[in-house]
C-alpha cells in the first residue's frame, strides 16, 4: 500500500503532463481524472516550460522524447529552476541512456514505462506527492520551530530588561527597605527572617522569641559543621516555626501552652501543621516546613501531631523543639512561670529521654553556654561601635537588627559611606542607637 494524504480543495497537487502525442495525454488525462489533483497537459517542451513560469506546479510527468528536447533535458532543466517539484521520466525507450541522463541531471524521483499499468502509474504518483508532502511539512516545522526560537529569545531579552528595569523602580522606591533588601536578594533564608516579624509584632517585646531562636540554632549549626543546605533549612524553620500562631487571639498568643483549655488547646495542638501548611507550596520551604512539621513531637511518642518516637523524629526537629522550648520556657510561654537560662537548661535535662533526644541534650547544653557568653564580645578582633564610629571598608561581626526586631543587615556585610549615612538617618528617624560589632584585623584599630 502506498503513503495516503488527504488534500483539500485549496491545496490540490498540480500535475503536468508532458508528451507529444495528444491521445496519449488524454488517456492520462482518463486516468487521473478521479485523484484528488488539478491537471495540466503540455505536447513539447517550450509550453511545459511556459506553465511552469505561470504558475506553481508540483509534480512533472514527462515523456523521453518531445519535438524540440528530449524529456531527460526538460527535467534537467525544472530540477535547476524549479528543485521542489517533483519529476517522473515516462519513457517506451529501451536504451538506457536517456534514463541515466534524466536520474543523473534530473535527479527525477522514478521513471515508468510505456505502455504504463494504471495501478503502478497511479501509485507512483501518489507516493511521489506524499513524499513531497512529508518533505514540505518537514521543511514548514523546521522554519517554524526557528522563528519559534528565535520569538522566544527575543521574548527572553525583552523579558529580562522589563525585570531589570522593574528591580531599578523597586530600589529606588524601597527607602526605608533598602537596607535589608540586598541582603534579602542573595538570601532566602534572610527573608524568612524578616518574614518572621508577623509573629514577633503579636506578642509584646519581652514574649518575643523567634530572633533568638535562629541565632541559637545557628550557634548549633556552627559548632556542628552542619552543611549549608541544612543550616538554611534550620534557619527557615526557627525564622517560621510559630506563624501558624498569627490567626491566635492576642491573648492566647502570649499565654503559656500549660495553661490552655478544650478548644485553645486543640489549636495550639494545630499550630504545627498550620505552619507546614503555609509554607509547603513554597519549593524553597518544603524541607523547612517539614522540619516545623514535626518540632513539636516527643521522644517518647506522646508530641504531635503525628506522635512519632525516637529515631523516627527529624533530627532537625528534634534540634528545634530544643531551642523552641529553651527560650520559651524564659519567656512564660509553656509554663506559667518564666525561667533564667540555667532552670530553662535544668528542665532539658530533666526531660532528657521524654521530650528530648537524650543524645542531642548535653551537646545543647553546651552550645547554650556558648550561645549565652555571646562569642563576638570576647574575641579581641571584634569592636563595638556607634553608628558614628563607623567608616568604609568595615565587616560587621554580627548581624543588626532595629528595636522593632526587623534585620537591617547581616553579618558579613562590608560597610560603605552611603550605607552607614543611612543608617545614621534611619536611627535618627526611630529615636535609636544602634551598637555595631565590628571585624578589625589584628593590631588595627577600627577607627583608623
Excluded at 506522635?307 to 523516627?312: D, F, V
Aim: charge should be negative; include cysteine.
Amino acid at each position: 500500500m502506498g503513503e495516503s494524504v488527504t488534500f483539500t480543495d485549496s491545496d490540490r497537487p498540480v500535475v503536468l503532463l508532458i508528451d507529444a502525442h495528444p491521445d496519449v495525454l488524454h488517456s492520462l488525462n482518463q486516468l487521473l481524472s478521479l485523484e484528488p489533483f488539478e491537471l495540466l497537459s503540455a505536447t513539447c517542451a517550450a509550453d511545459a516550460l511556459s506553465l511552469l513560469a505561470s504558475r506553481p506546479v508540483d509534480l512533472v510527468m514527462s515523456a523521453a522524447r518531445l519535438p524540440d528536447l528530449d524529456g531527460a533535458s526538460l527535467l534537467a532543466h525544472v530540477h535547476q529552476a524549479y528543485p521542489h517539484t517533483v519529476r517522473i521520466l515516462l519513457t517506451g525507450e529501451t536504451e538506457l541512456t536517456l534514463i541515466v541522463k534524466a536520474i543523473n541531471e534530473g535527479q527525477i524521483y522514478r521513471y515508468l514505462s510505456k505502455p504504463w499499468n494504471d495501478e503502478e502509474l497511479l501509485l507512483a504518483l501518489r507516493q511521489s506527492l506524499a513524499h513531497q508532502h512529508s518533505e514540505r511539512e518537514r521543511l514548514r516545522l523546521e522554519q517554524l520551530i526557528l522563528q519559534q526560537n528565535e520569538t522566544l529569545k527575543q521574548l527572553n531579552a525583552s523579558l529580562e530588561k522589563r525585570v531589570a528595569a522593574r528591580t531599578s523602580e523597586l530600589q529606588q522606591t524601597a527607602d526605608m527597605l533598602d537596607l535589608a533588601y540586598e541582603e534579602l536578594k542573595h538570601s532566602y533564608a534572610t527573608g524568612t527572617e524578616v518574614f518572621s516579624l508577623l509573629a514577633n509584632l503579636r506578642l509584646p517585646r519581652a514574649k518575643q522569641t523567634n530572633r533568638q531562636i535562629i541565632e541559637l540554632v545557628r550557634t548549633w549549626c556552627v559548632s556542628h559543621g552542619v552543611d549549608e543546605a541544612s543550616n538554611r533549612d534550620l534557619t527557615m524553620a526557627a525564622a517560621l516555626y510559630n506563624i501558624g500562631k498569627l490567626s491566635w487571639s492576642d491573648s492566647m498568643m502570649a499565654s503559656p501552652s500549660d495553661l490552655l483549655h478544650s478548644a485553645d488547646r486543640e489549636r495550639y495542638r494545630a499550630y504545627a501543621t498550620q505552619s507546614e501548611s503555609l509554607l509547603m507550596t513554597l519549593e524553597p520551604m518544603k524541607d523547612a516546613a517539614r522540619l516545623i512539621r514535626h518540632h513539636q513531637e516527643r521522644w517518647d511518642g506522646s508530641g504531635f501531631p503525628d506522635h512519632l518516637k525516637g529515631e523516627a523524629i527529624p533530627v532537625g526537629s528534634r534540634l528545634l523543639k530544643l531551642a523552641v522550648d529553651f527560650i520559651e520556657l524564659q519567656k512564660g510561654l509553656i509554663l506559667e512561670r518564666q525561667m533564667n537560662s540555667d532552670e530553662a537548661l535544668l528542665y532539658i535535662r530533666k526531660y532528657a529521654g521524654r521530650l528530648y533526644d537524650p543524645n542531642m541534650v548535653e551537646d545543647f547544653v553546651s552550645v547554650c553556654a556558648t550561645y549565652l557568653h555571646d562569642v563576638t564580645l570576647g574575641d579581641p578582633n571584634v569592636k563595638v561601635l556607634g553608628t558614628r564610629e563607623l567608616e568604609e571598608g568595615m565587616v560587621l561581626a554580627r548581624s543588626l537588627n532595629a528595636d522593632n526586631g526587623m534585620l537591617l543587615l547581616n553579618a558579613g556585610k562590608v560597610l560603605n559611606l552611603p550605607l552607614v549615612d543611612k543608617l545614621i538617618a534611619f536611627e535618627t528617624m526611630e529615636g535609636a542607637r544602634y551598637t555595631l560589632f565590628i571585624k578589625v584585623d589584628k593590631g588595627v584599630s577600627p577607627t583608623t
